[in-house]
């Protein structure tokens, strides 16, 4: 009498994800929109100095194109993790930039140029307020060590844009297998928006993360997966009444 699909996505395959789904209701007529792996970690190229801060984990600003948002980073062996990079993964594409800024809650031009920071060095100015190793990665070695009252502009102004206008371009996002959602699938379309029943096959009904739709971290899609669901069970609720109160045929 009627078909649910709720079969989820292939994000995080240890706990069952597959793209099971997505097949089942190609044969049933829906078009899928190609499936991504989002809210995941991103992986950087072989050469990023932030490859050998793994463990660290500090609140950081990223900007990415026109969104931004603050959240704490975690340096991972292969990259960038934590709450703001699986943000970023939801918005990255191939080749695109990321800026981070490691001091979100301060200025570090107004810093160097306090009267008191004059006799320090970058690199000890910093490390009051950043992990050790961080700063030693982001400053370049030939002012790092130099007293601040003895650069000249232009080094100090290298030094802000290291420290809060960093940008990184990831060389890939760590892919399903520790992606907590996944991007794409059945297109929202072909589904009615407060039923969730299908528009194009008599009786079916699509939901949760099986639909193309993701949200960010926090819940977002949890909620969506139950909401929709009890979008779909009211419907079938509905449906199944309204066929029992009908009238019998002769």
């Not at 995080?12 to 997505?22: E, L």
């Not at 290291?162 to 794409?184: D, F, I, N």
Request: glycine share 8%; aromatic share 4%; net charge neutral.
């Amino acid at each position: 009498k009627a078909l649910v699909l709720a079969l989820g996505s292939p994000a995080w395959p240890q706990a069952g994800g597959s793209g099971a789904g997505y097949r089942l209701a190609e044969e049933l007529g829906h078009s899928i929109v190609l499936p991504r792996a989002v809210l995941t970690p991103l992986r950087l190229n072989s050469d990023s100095p932030l490859l050998d801060l793994t463990g660290i984990s500090l609140p950081a600003g990223v900007t990415l194109g026109q969104r931004h948002w603050e959240d704490d980073l975690l340096f991972t062996h292969e990259g960038l993790s934590g709450p703001a990079a699986l943000k970023a993964s939801l918005y990255w594409a191939e080749g695109a930039a990321i800026t981070l800024n490691f001091l979100p809650e301060q200025d570090v031009a107004a810093l160097m140029d306090a009267p008191q920071a004059g006799k320090q060095t970058p690199r000890a100015l910093l490390a009051r307020l950043l992990p050790q190793r961080l700063v030693d990665a982001l400053l370049p070695e030939e002012t790092a060590r130099r007293k601040v009252a003895e650069l000249p502009r232009a080094a100090r102004v290298a030094i802000v844009e290291a420290v809060q206008r960093h940008t990184v371009s990831p060389q890939a996002t760590a892919g399903l297998k520790k992606a907590e959602a996944c991007s794409g699938g059945v297109n929202t379309d072909e589904v009615d928006p407060k039923t969730m029943r299908s528009l194009l096959q008599k009786n079916l009904f699509v939901v949760g993360e099986l639909l193309d739709v993701t949200g960010l971290l926090g819940g977002y899609n949890l909620h969506w997966a139950w909401a929709s669901g009890m979008a779909a069970a009211r419907e079938l609720a509905r449906s199944t009444t309204a066929r029992a109160d009908a009238p019998a045929k002769d």
